[in-house]
Nanobody
């Protein structure tokens, strides 16, 4: 009964900004933990940012450039000063009972939204 749906990806020049959205089928406060992962072709899936109540955790590679936050039925990722190495498929994730900075910690996944950053 839980569905996550990402949007907001696209193509942008280096230094540009994008805001990703993840619409949720139930209110976001039902999820103890929500976040964003990304995967580039030929590379392993990696965590980007995780949100728990009044606490956010960011990968070192995006610290200071990305911001994760929740609204009642949407999770957002505001991305600024984008770099070519940020190019990837970005996935919204959620879990009701635990929170950890690894893919196996999350029960629910969205379909992904593509981000491409050009030099």
């Amino acid at each position: 009964q839980v569905h996550l749906s990402e949007s907001g990806g696209g193509s942008v020049n280096s230094g540009g900004s994008l805001k990703l959205s993840c619409a949720t089928s139930i209110p976001t406060d039902n999820f103890f933990c929500m976040g964003w992962f990304r995967q580039a072709p030929g590379k392993q899936r990696e965590p980007v940012a995780v949100s728990r109540i009044d606490h956010q955790t960011y990968a070192d590679s995006v610290q200071g450039r990305f911001t994760i936050f929740r609204e009642p039925n949407t999770l957002y990722l505001q991305m600024s000063d984008l770099k070519p190495e940020d190019s990837a498929m970005y996935y919204c994730v959620a879990d009701s009972r635990r929170c950890a900075f690894l893919p196996g910690a999350f029960e629910h996944w969205g379909q992904g939204t593509q981000v491409t950053v050009s030099s």
